[in-house]
């Protein structure tokens, strides 16, 4: 955990499941937490948005963690959410630029919020993966059939995707999963372009087993988290 005077990071393990069940650590998820509530402070990252000021202040702050963590880790691969409203400030822009160096470490989730401060930054979403690819990050777009993050967006951009993210709600989002393991491997096949799948909140052995046997080996989620020593 790494903490400031309101916020510390905490890190969740992205594991590859094997056919025996068992799994191994292959990368992790960086999560912005409050010290006050030990969860997303979402309601102080609203103000931060809507303040360059505020913002730059925590972009600061989240890039010397960030780097701290990398160096001290570095054949390890981190996965950073970004907001599409956190491209109104151009010191986001600085921010991939300097970690550019470490494009390898890094993959970049594009949430699935709407701008709310910058509504027209959606419109313009295709230049700004562009601009991330330029730095050569991998891009995930982040919690799949949530939000902006539907089927339209992510088959009008999937040319920047290199992973999507959908999460395991219940039975019910089976067939969700199953109708993106059928989309990506026709992408696959039609247009030579591999997308990986990693399928979230598995918070037990059971619901593991179930994507496993969907042929899905990248999950993610608390059952590994309490699992992991």
């Not at 400031?4 to 094997?18: A, G, K, T």
């Not at 992790?28 to 979402?42: C, G, H, Y």
């Not at 089927?151 to 995707?161: D, S, V």
Request: glycine share 2%; hydrophobic share 40%.
């Amino acid at each position: 955990m790494m903490k400031s005077e309101h916020f510390y990071l905490v890190f969740q393990p992205i594991v590859r499941v094997s056919d025996q069940y068992t799994f191994v650590v292959e990368e992790f998820e960086v999560l912005l937490r409050s010290i006050k509530t030990q969860k997303f402070p979402a309601d102080i990252f609203c103000e931060l948005l809507a303040n360059e000021q505020k913002y730059n202040q925590y972009i600061d702050w989240f890039t010397v963690e960030l780097e701290k963590k990398i160096q001290g880790c570095p054949n390890i691969k981190f996965s950073i959410n970004l907001d599409i409203d956190q491209f109104q400030f151009e010191s986001t822009f600085h921010f991939l630029k300097n970690f550019s160096q470490y494009h390898q470490n890094l993959m970049i989730e594009i949430t699935e919020h709407t701008p709310k401060n910058n509504p027209e930054l959606l419109i313009e979403l295709d230049d700004i993966l562009k601009k991330i690819k330029n730095h050569h990050f991998d891009i995930a777009i982040d919690d799949y059939n949530e939000g902006i993050n539907n089927f339209f967006l992510f088959k009008k951009h999937r040319k920047y995707y290199d992973r999507v993210k959908i999460s395991f709600f219940g039975y019910k989002s089976i067939l969700i999963i199953l109708a993106v393991v059928l989309y990506v491997n026709i992408v696959k096949f039609l247009f030579s372009k591999k997308i990986e799948i990693v399928v979230e909140r598995i918070d037990s052995l059971k619901k593991s087993k179930i994507i496993k046997k969907l042929s899905i080996s990248r999950q993610q989620g608390y059952y590994f988290k309490a699992n992991n020593n």
